[in-house]
């Protein structure tokens, strides 16, 4: 099957240079075809210009600098029999890229992390929450974990899958089968909450760790015959501290966590944790929506 044909990679440059799109190029192992690079040179940056001297002549030439980049990283695709478009647009953000997006129609959005103050995220909330609001299509929230911006050169080494066992999560394994033939070895996590355990008792305790690992090895056993080295882990704690520290101890390439949709004031203020930790994280995150 394939899952990935087309993907949209969302670039400013100094967040996603062409390192990071050679990492992804891996997915052409399950099917991709095309992929679409998006520049955007958002409207309030350029107003703010404009008030010193910003000229239409210059807007031209932001541009064209995106363009020449582009027509670069296209040969380098070319050659490995890949199809190339692109779009460099004076714009604001999100409505550029669903405008992509229906146009395109991809499989899956590459974005880097919000570039959003904190008190402006605050109140309009962050372009990754924004995003897998409005598009029901796989995010990938490209981070470079390190500060001297090094791209991890095998994304899909070693996933860590977060589940909850919600219907979310269970369409989050089915894409996961769906890209097999990249997984190397995998991590699945599921953290259950302090205040899921019944009383102080150890063996109180212990019967729900075995009860979660239960269908966690369950999980694994699917997993395996489909291919994919997966390995169970049970945690106990706060849900967003507890998978970052997983993914530290197992030294996770990338988080995979499925996104359901909450009512859009209560998630500014709140969050869901799957998209707390791809805003948050120094992990790369791929977020599945519920509803594909």
């Not at 050659?79 to 899956?108: F, H, N």
């Not at 089915?174 to 205040?195: A, D, F, L, P, R």
Request: proline share 3%.
């Amino acid at each position: 099957m394939k899952i990935i044909k087309k993907l949209l990679f969302v670039t400013k440059f100094e967040d996603l240079c062409y390192d990071a799109l050679k990492s992804l190029l891996v997915l052409q192992r399950s099917g991709l075809e095309h992929v679409v690079f998006l520049n955007v040179i958002e409207r309030d940056k350029v107003a703010m210009q404009r008030g010193s001297g910003f000229l239409k002549e210059e807007e031209i030439k932001l541009k064209e600098t995106a363009n020449i980049r582009f027509i670069d990283w296209a040969e380098n695709l070319f050659e490995l029999g890949l199809e190339v478009g692109a779009y460099m647009e004076v714009s604001t953000l999100i409505p550029e890229i669903l405008r992509v997006i229906e146009k395109e129609s991809p499989d899956l959005i590459v974005i880097g992390q919000s570039h959003k103050s904190v008190i402006k995220q605050l109140y309009a909330g962050s372009d990754v929450m924004e995003l897998v609001r409005r598009a029901r299509i796989p995010i990938l929230v490209f981070k470079h974990m390190t500060e001297d911006n090094l791209v991890p050169e095998k994304l899909f080494e070693r996933p860590m899958f977060a589940t909850n066992w919600s219907d979310t999560a269970k369409k989050t394994v089915e894409y996961i089968k769906g890209i097999k033939n990249i997984i190397g070895q995998m991590h699945i996590i599921h953290v259950v909450k302090e205040s899921d355990l019944k009383g102080t008792d150890s063996h109180e305790v212990q019967k729900v760790r075995k009860i979660q690992r239960k269908k966690l090895d369950a999980l694994c056993e699917e997993l395996e015959n489909e291919g994919i080295d997966a390995r169970p882990h049970v945690y106990v704690g706060d849900p967003q501290s507890e998978i970052e520290k997983a993914a530290r101890e197992y030294q996770a390439t990338i988080i995979i966590l499925g996104s359901s949709e909450k009512n859009m004031i209560l998630d500014r203020w709140v969050g869901s944790i799957a998209r707390n930790i791809a805003d948050k994280s120094i992990y790369p995150c791929l977020l599945i929506p519920g509803k594909l």
